[in-house]
């Protein structure tokens, strides 16, 4: 998995979609590096810690060698402009049947 950019900047303007004052946005992209298609079903969310919400059901279908980037960009929102972390944890099972859980990086969310 990759986290275009990281550090992210402070999203100026903001970020579409947010209600809040202060906003980021970055690309995910994530890959199948092994020999076994993968189907990614859950997206668990993280920001500063702590669990903020989940995605159930996505069926994204990663071909041996491929990649799936997701869309829309990530965005995160905030009332404070200081300097926050974000993670997006993914699981799903291969062609196989068996588990892949993948815990994505910390995204440092950079103040203005």
Same mark, same amino acid.
């Given at each position: 998995?990759?986290? *275009?950019?990281?550090?992210?900047?402070?999203?100026?303007?903001?970020?579409? /979609?947010? +209600?809040?004052?202060? %906003?980021? #946005?970055?690309?995910?992209?994530?890959?199948?590096?092994?020999?076994?298609?993968?189907?990614?079903?859950?997206?668990?969310?993280?920001?500063?810690?702590?669990? *903020?919400?989940?995605?159930?059901?996505l069926?994204?279908?990663i071909?041996? /060698?491929? +990649?799936?980037?997701? %869309?829309? #960009?990530?965005?995160?929102?905030?009332?404070?402009?200081?300097?926050?972390?974000?993670?997006?944890?993914?699981?799903?099972?291969?062609?196989?049947?068996?588990?892949?859980?993948?815990?994505?990086?910390?995204?440092?969310?950079?103040?203005?």
């Amino acid at each position: 998995m990759t986290i *275009t950019p990281n550090p992210v900047p402070y999203s100026e303007p903001p970020a579409q /979609g947010c +209600s809040l004052p202060h %906003t980021w #946005q970055y690309t995910q992209v994530l890959r199948n590096t092994g020999g076994t298609t993968i189907t990614i079903s859950d997206r668990v969310n993280f920001f500063d810690g702590a669990r *903020t919400g989940e995605a159930t059901g996505l069926g994204i279908v990663i071909q041996p /060698g491929g +990649s799936h980037t997701v %869309t829309p #960009q990530t965005r995160w929102c905030s009332t404070n402009n200081i300097e926050h972390s974000a993670r997006s944890d993914w699981s799903g099972s291969d062609a196989n049947g068996a588990p892949i859980n993948l815990t994505g990086p910390t995204v440092r969310l950079l103040p203005k």
